[in-house]
T-cell receptor, first 112, second 112 residues
Framework: GQQLNQSPQSMFIQEGEDVSMNCTSS?????WLWYKQDPGEGPVLLIA?????ELTSNGRLTAQFGITRKDSFLNISASIPSDVGIYFC????????????FGKGTRLSVIA | DAGVIQSPRHEVTEMGQEVTLRCKPI?????LFWYRQTMMRGLELLIY????????DSGMPEDRFSAKMPNASFSTLKIQPSEPRDSAVYFC??????????FGPGTRLTVT
């Protein structure tokens, strides 16, 4: 079945640094989403991307839908301590009754 | 809206006991999803419903797991009998379109 590979698996950064993470697949996806999970909570939707090449921002977060439709990127600028958590990418092959495929997540730690 | 509501938040039970997890989706959402999250396997989709009808239960591990959605505002996930390897965080999510899923806070299940 489809799989999403997220990298890096974990990262430690200093407060104020920019962060980049990505998600790749051998399959084509038509929708990409990025979620963040805080400790002890469920994942929360950050950004949804619906078109190849699309670049979307949500505050300090920017995500891109790769041109090949096989990858997506998430950038966080000027990180702050509350950015700590696990970031998941998720992809959808097509609309209709097909479920999302989730990556295994990137665990972000921010050192103040 | 209160968001997706799950109960209990924590459950500790002994091997062999029956466990029932409950979920109230966001009002108006037609889709409901049950996920299991572990460190080793990440987020796994167990089953999802559309308009109260199970669409895909291929992720349900085995016959010990069952899920029901008797009406649009309530769903249960039952494990009988429970085993230690069932220990995980179980999430319920709902959506109006299949990709923009909103997650509940999860139920942390520990089977001893």
């Amino acid at each position: 079945g489809q799989q999403l590979n997220q990298s890096p698996q974990s990262m430690f950064i200093q407060e104020g640094e920019d962060v980049s993470m990505n998600c790749t697949s051998s399959s084509i996806f038509n929708t990409w989403l990025w979620y963040k999970q805080d400790p002890g909570e469920g994942p929360v939707l950050l950004i949804a991307l619906y078109k190849a090449g699309e670049l979307t921002s949500n505050g300090r977060l920017t995500a891109q839908f790769g041109i090949t439709r096989k990858d997506s990127f998430l950038n966080i600028s000027a990180s702050i301590p509350s950015d700590v958590g696990i970031y998941f990418c998720a992809g959808l092959v097509n609309s209709g009754n097909t479920p999302l495929v989730f990556g295994k997540g990137t665990r972000l730690s921010v050192i103040a | 809206d209160a968001g997706v509501i799950q109960s209990p938040r924590h459950e500790v039970t002994e091997m062999g006991q029956e466990v029932t997890l409950r979920c109230k989706p966001i009002s108006g959402h037609d889709y409901l999803f049950w996920y299991r999250q572990t460190m080793m396997r990440g987020l796994e989709l167990l089953i999802y419903f559309n308009n109260n009808v199970p669409i895909d239960d291929s992720g349900m591990p085995e016959d010990r797991f069952s899920a029901k959605m008797p009406n649009a505002s309530f769903s249960t996930l039952k494990i009988q009998p429970s085993e230690p390897r069932d220990s995980a965080v179980y999430f319920c999510a709902s959506s109006s379109v299949v990709y923009e899923q909103y997650f509940g806070p999860g139920t942390r299940l520990t089977v001893t």
